[in-house]
Every structure is written in structure tokens, then in C-alpha cells.
């Protein structure tokens, strides 16, 4: 599935809900500013060759779009692989205040309009609730309690701080990325995709790209 092109963004895009939010900074249009103002110091010709390295990433590394497309499957798609003995994790929807049903069906609105959940009939289906911000806008969450007390913890190796910093010795030249919209960036396996379903009130749904509250999301990035 295809996330929307850009001028067709506009009537969904919400500041408050994380992915939907943009930034026309966190595309490829600042890099060659940004790099030759870092590399003043350096030959013209030698940051021409830079700029025209990292111009071949652009499709792939740099998002030139304000919102990111859906990824792609890939190999190691986040999995959630349970213990041989659970069972789907179903529960009766927590109330919502009255006040807050219309946040509620706009959030989940603009999550299916861009791809990022999809309607779902499967058998797992824990309750959603509310989480105040401290600005007051409030952040939908899912409550994964059960379903991460079932899961297997994945076993990869947190990196050793003396492992990487060994690896820049003798270089001179640094870079980063940020992701924009990480949590988003990647996809749950599909046979898995019905185990993050959830119910409202208005209906049951699962996540198609990872969501935040699982066990096994920081071991995947």
C-alpha cells in the first residue's frame, strides 16, 4: 500500500498524532547548504564529490517527500512471536469520556487515511486509552500489557559504547540522520499484523507499521 502524495496530505496531516506531522527541513533540500557550510574548509572540488555521493542516497536515505512512504516488506520485518501457550489477548474496550469520543474517532480517521492502521477481524483485541500530554493534547495508546507478557524477547546484544567508539578511531569526517517519523519506517511481518489489532468503541483495527508499547520495538531499530 501507498501512502498519499504530497498534495493530498493536506486535509489529514495532524501535528499531534506522531507520522503525521512534517517538516520541510528533514528533506534532501538542506543538504547541499548544510554541507558546504560544514565543509567551508575544504577544496570546492573535494565537496562537490561529496554532495554528488550523497545525491545518489536520495531516493533511499533522503525523504524528499513531506510525508514518508510506506515501507517496504523487507527480510527482517518486526516479528512478535509468542510462547507456545498464549492465546490471542481479547478485551472489552475501556470507556472513553464523552468529551473525548470525537479526538478519539479523528485520530483513528487520519491513521487510516494514510495507511498506517487498516480495519481488522482478527482475534486479538486489547482496548485503547488516552495518555495526556503536557501541552493537554492527548496520545492514543494501546494497551499491549498482555500481549508483551506473552512475547519472546528478542536476544540481540545492546552495542558496546567501547565497541563503536573503537570503530571511528583515525576518522575525520562524522555524519547523522534523523529519522523522521521512525516508528513508522517499519513494518510488522504480515502473518503478525493481526496480533497488534485493537478495539474502540467504533470498531477494531491493526497496525501495519510498528506501533509504540511493544516488546521487541527498540531491538528492531
Partial sequence: MELPEDEELSDFL???????????????DFVP??????LAHLPLE????????????????????ARPRMPPPRQLDMDITETPDARPVAMRHYPIAPQHMPELERQIKALLDVGIIRES??????????????????????????????TLWDCYPTPVASDLIARTRGSRMFSKLD?????????IREKDQRKTAFTT????????????????TPSCL
Fill in 179 to 187: 529519522l523522521q517519523s521512525v516508528s513508522h519506517q517499519l513494518r
Fill in 201 to 216: 468503541r467504533g470498531g477494531q483495527y491493526e497496525w501495519v507499521t510498528y506501533p509504540l508499547g511493544l516488546t521487541n
Fill in 33 to 38: 547548504s548544510e554541507v558546504r557550510t560544514q
Fill in 14 to 28: 495532524d501535528a499531534d498524532i506522531p507520522g503525521l506531522s512534517i517538516n520541510p527541513e528533514r528533506s534532501f
Fill in 46 to 65: 573535494q565537496v562537490d564529490e561529496i554532495l554528488t555521493l550523497l545525491g545518489g542516497f536520495e531516493s533511499t536515505v533522503f525523504e524528499t517527500r
Fill in 121 to 150: 477481524v482478527s482475534l486479538y483485541a486489547p482496548p485503547v486509552l488516552f495518555a495526556p500530554k503536557k501541552d493537554g493534547a492527548l496520545r492514543l495508546c494501546v494497551d499491549y500489557q498482555r500481549l508483551n507478557r506473552q
